[in-house]
């Protein structure tokens, strides 16, 4: 089942980490070694989360890298999804003849 309008995992890092801990931005971002304005591209959904920053956000609070980038794809596939339409691709048949 297709999730509708998935949050962007910035969104999910504010509202489910960064406020209920009570961590600024750039607290957090001292604590990830990156820089503030990076982490706050990120929770302004401006930036994605790569594999490097799902690791980092892993050690950091404990949820596996693979969920961050599990939620990154949701996201990302459903804009897609939302501006796409079928891009100009012709299905091509399963079995062609010979």
Wanted: hydrophobic letters at 45%.
């Amino acid at each position: 089942m297709r999730m509708y309008n998935p949050p962007h995992p910035g969104e999910i890092l504010a509202e489910m980490w960064l406020e209920p801990l009570g961590v600024s931005i750039t607290d957090a971002a001292a604590k990830l070694n990156v820089s503030r304005k990076t982490l706050s591209e990120i929770v302004n959904g401006r930036a994605g989360i790569s594999p490097e920053m799902a690791l980092r956000l892993e050690i950091a609070f404990g949820k596996s890298a693979e969920s961050w980038l599990a939620h990154q794809d949701a996201h990302d596939l459903w804009q897609a999804r939302q501006r796409g339409g079928n891009l100009g691709v012709t299905p091509i048949p399963l079995q062609q003849a010979a």
